[in-house]
């Protein structure tokens, strides 16, 4: 776990108040979106809990912005019909969870 203070800090000098591309979204909400309309496949393709698929050697996305664009983009493959704020939700979860990208 990082130290959380450093962390905080260092954004406060170095980014905006909400540097990240989903704003101030709330990961909460987004892991029970994601939950309801994604995993099941993801488990199929990668056994276990699904998640592999964020953390496999070759995938896809590097940045925050690539994870806000994928998830927008599965919503509409998958007709989840989540609105952008619930696109901005599971994002941020997906980031916070999994990817931990800073940029
Ligand atoms: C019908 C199956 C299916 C559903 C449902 C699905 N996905 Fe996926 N998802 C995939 C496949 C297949 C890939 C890998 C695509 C590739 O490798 O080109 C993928 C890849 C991804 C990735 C990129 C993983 C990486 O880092 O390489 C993200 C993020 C993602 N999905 C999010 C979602 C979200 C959010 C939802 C729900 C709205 C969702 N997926 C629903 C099949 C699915």
């Known amino acids: 776990m990082k130290p959380i203070i450093a962390l905080l800090a260092s954004s406060l000098i170095t980014l905006p108040a ?8 709330d990961p909460k909400p987004g892991k029970e979106h994601h939950d309801k309309a ?3 496949c993801h488990v199929r393709l990668y056994g276990g809990d699904g998640s592999k698929m964020y953390t496999r050697e070759a995938r ?13 983009t599965c919503n509409s493959q ?8 619930e696109e ?3 994002a941020a ?3 916070q969870q999994y990817y931990h990208f800073k940029e």
């Open 18 to 25: 909400f540097a990240e591309p989903w704003g101030n979204a």
């Open 38 to 40: 994604c995993v099941a």
């Open 60 to 72: 896809l996305l590097s940045t925050q912005l690539d994870v806000l664009q994928r998830v927008a």
């Open 78 to 85: 998958v007709r989840a019909g989540w609105f952008p704020e």
């Open 88 to 90: 901005a939700e599971v």
């Open 93 to 95: 979860y997906l980031n």
